[in-house]
């Protein structure tokens, strides 16, 4: 610990006296780099007395705010639109309701412990925000297995719609090319643009990388089966010796489904190791509210108007229970609230933010979470977390990572849409109807679901009437004309919140945007 | 629960009517074939009364024979050469001392809650005997990480000693032959058994799965960086943009120590998700003791003969700490003594069994715990569990997968030597060199290593006084040759443990010998 804040002190003090670029290469030289753009958390002189800041939304961006400006001596305020703060950091547990844009009311029935994560619900090991504040707010983390290798490929378009396992999947397609360029390598005039020694090379490693036996071919036998698993198992005593499997079909595995399944589990940002924190994402919220004490924060505050002048800034919010209309003024102003709700409300600032606030749109993946009686996923299938893809509407199971072997019910993600048109397909139903979608999808690869299904919640997020998506989706392009004009200070009033971050969605690009924007407001206030 | 027992009973009763194929089959259906030949635990007619059996050992094949046996209603009696149960199932601990053959003696310094596991220290999830009685006997069990994507591929002999993060390695590697074979696939002439449609299914698929461009080449790029990783991460607020690194060079790739480092992270028994006990592996015997209360077990025993007649067996046993000689006399006897020491007791068995028990050879591996005072890996280098390779002798670096982003200090293992060279290097040392040579080794990889070392501990399996190796090392001669006369019953003895197994050296093996070896006895025992 001792040498860490050391290390964060030279940090600190490479970084104010020689410029950020000396800082990286520091950070570099020191193992950092590469992971995060975090260095520890901010430190700031203490405000000029009496500073008053008013900071709207409670999720992850705006109680980062809260908590770093108040320890700073500022005077902060929280106005937050729902009865409760997290935002988008939210769990639904047994008990709980929810009712959709359009009216539907989901009354949660999970039995006691279990919990679903209608939103972020992962934390990257490169996220280190997000790690820092866990440890320092006390919000116990614990690994949640990504890439399980005895988790299914599914697709309804290869195998005959047979889930394979990823373990034979992947190694027979390393297997199939390396065994194809093994032999293109061998047998063509080609010129790989390497010399003979590297070819010699080449088909060495593509030998031992793919398993190739003697003559470059990837075969069944038990030396593949190392790797890719047994038909009849390794057994003890007087049993049948182990034996090798079919080999999947190579015109089968060079079907697109099949790639595209193992690429979206292997993305940087669903890599092990991941964290979850232990018994819900709100958790986070949690660990922030127990560190804000006495906080001073209105909820049920729907915001209409944020006007400015050159002393101050003035937020006009209706009461949603319909307590009337009420306006809070302050030095200061931080915005967290999304883009597309803001695009509604009437903001005193300059052209060029608020042709940026109207210019990124947002996605609406949508997620169900399905309870069954028992964890047939683990007992008949051996499958303890990780993750199955599938190329329907579903597109993905996720195995509760947590409480694995435990008797009784359990939650999963019985799907997990996030392309646009199976989101859209999902978000068009009701509720009702999403979770039987989940259930006769799911059930083409888990025969158990009918039988084992207790209850289910379907979050589609197009339809969470404080949010109408769940993440900024920014273009290349918007980028380029409107990501710096909505991150600047505009008078009194900066915007911060996951949609201000180059990882629009993640927990981490709300906390590294409240950081940023607290940083470079603290120098205005103290330059000012 | 219920349903599990049904599925169960149906097996049962599938496996005594119409035998072991048409179980086998139902199994399948079920899906629980291609995991393991474990199908739930024994169910034993009650014994006749009075039926003595003696086992030789006390590890995990000899306790499992004990408390199925002892349900049944036989009268047991168990031999152990070593203070305490367990045998290779073992922690050590901060207070522990150990002395190897050859005299040298360790005292472990480990920090209250540290442990090291010299043996056994992981479950895969297709061990389900282990899992089962873990589950039966109350073990917790947790997760552990083994490919982290984050952890570093690190060969003295490949991109100048420098060690790299597995994602690039593995993501540049199969970009860089996607990207050969897209080239070969479509300038040669070569007939690659596929048709024009499949080429062009080829094309695509390299596209996709090796994540080339447009022109199938793998680029630097943040297309590449989604899997690979930032250069300049994605950051918050006002910041600069994220960048793509460098790619790594096609030739270093192509190293054998990269491909044999990937494959050795990634074989069956080593795929995600892996299990260990809460606390150290001897909780799996601690499991089994608390089940066997009042277990008629002498400790310090060093069995000198085994002999029969056709109506008993006598056990004839030194106490080691010098107090005499002593005989037991049992109706049978389920011996779980390691070959290598067995060879060297006069035993009365058939001149197969007696030719089998020698012919075997065993490996030593030797392992190297390391305390240090910090996470480094975790807080520098964003290592949070799984393995660290490298080509020198110490093979591996495992990181802690419990315990993580703790404070205070914290045992990785440093060394896990398993070929025959380098662990025979290893334990030519004294274990002070072992633990040298791990440190020498290991800041290579960790620069941080000299400043946070506290203590180490060293076990060469060679030297564990009760093993003189740590796992029977079958060839598929001695496999052929042997194994059936050393897994018959002959006369009233019968061999148990790993060594009996497809799987030697592995838990898993241990369990399922056992469980054959008192199934078979049993229904002897019937019919006698």
Tied chains: 1, 2.
């Excluded at 410029?19 to 020191?30: E, I, N, V």
């Excluded at 590469?34 to 901010?42: K, N, R, W, Y």
Aim: charged share 20%; proline share 5%; with cysteine.
């Amino acid at each position: 610990m001792e040498t860490s804040l050391t290390r964060r002190t030279l940090l600190k003090t490479i970084g104010l006296t020689a410029g950020t670029s000396a800082m990286y290469h520091a950070m570099a030289m020191l193992g950092h780099a590469q992971a995060s753009t975090f260095s520890g958390p901010p430190v700031l002189s203490p405000a000029k007395p009496g500073t008053r800041v008013v900071i709207l939304g409670a999720g992850l961006a705006g109680l980062l705010a809260a908590y770093e400006l108040r320890k700073a001596g500022y005077e902060v305020r929280i106005l937050e639109y729902q009865n409760r703060a997290g935002g988008r950091n939210w769990t639904l547990r047994g008990g709980d309701s929810y009712t959709e844009l359009g009216g539907h009311t989901q009354q949660v029935k999970f039995a006691k412990g279990n919990y679903f994560n209608p939103g972020p619900w992962r934390i990257p090991y490169h996220h280190r925000a997000v790690l820092h504040y866990c440890k320092q707010l006390g919000v116990p983390l614990e690994a949640a297995v990504q890439f399980n290798h005895n988790a299914y490929l599914h697709s309804t378009r290869a195998f005959n719609g047979k889930p394979q396992r990823l373990r034979e999947v992947w190694s027979d397609l390393q297997g199939s090319v390396a065994e194809l360029l093994a032999k293109a390598a061998q047998e063509s005039e080609l010129d790989l643009a390497l010399g003979d020694v590297e070819r010699d090379q080449l088909l060495q490693a593509l030998k031992g990388w793919g398993l190739l036996d003697d003559e470059y071919r990837y075969r069944s036998s038990l030396y593949t089966a190392v790797r890719r698993g047994y038909a009849t198992p390794q057994g003890g005593g007087v049993v049948d010796p182990p034996t090798a499997g079919p080999l999947l079909e190579l015109k089968q595995l060079l079907h697109p489904a099949v790639w595209q399944g193992l690429n979206a589990l292997l993305v940087y940002n669903a890599q092990d190791t991941m964290f979850q924190p232990v018994g819900g994402i709100d958790q986070i919220t949690a660990g922030f509210m127990r560190a804000l004490p006495d906080l001073d924060i209105r909820y049920n505050a729907r915001v209409t108007h944020i006007s400015q002048t050159e002393q101050e800034v003035k937020v006009t919010y209706e009461d949603t229970r319909g307590d009337g209309t009420a306006q809070v003024t302050a030095d200061w102003c931080i915005c967290t609230i999304p883009l597309n709700i803001l695009g509604q409300i009437e903001v005193q600032a300059s052209q060029p933010m608020l042709a940026a606030v109207r210019a990124v749109p947002y996605t609406g993946f949508t997620k169900v979470a399905l309870e069954f009686r028992r964890r047939f996923w683990e007992e008949d299938d051996g499958i303890y977390g990780g993750n199955t893809l599938t190329d329907q509407d579903i597109d993905l199971i996720a195995y509760p990572p947590h409480g694995m072997m435990s008797d009784g019910p359990a939650v999963l993600i019985g799907a997990y849409a996030t392309s646009m048109a199976k989101t859209l397909r999902l978000t068009g139903m009701s509720p009702q109807e999403r979770i039987e979608t989940a259930l006769a999808q799911g059930e083409k690869i888990h025969p158990q679901y009918r039988k084992e299904f207790l209850s289910g919640v379907a979050v589609s997020w197009y339809r969470v009437p404080w949010m109408l998506g769940c993440r900024a989706r920014w273009s290349n392009e918007a980028r380029k004309a409107h990501y710096d004009a909505l991150s600047a200070i505009n008078g009194r009033l900066v915007l911060a919140g996951d949609h201000i971050s180059y990882m629009p969605g993640w927990m981490e690009g709300a906390l590294l945007s409240s950081l940023d924007a607290i940083q470079r407001l603290h120098q205005r206030v103290q330059a000012g």
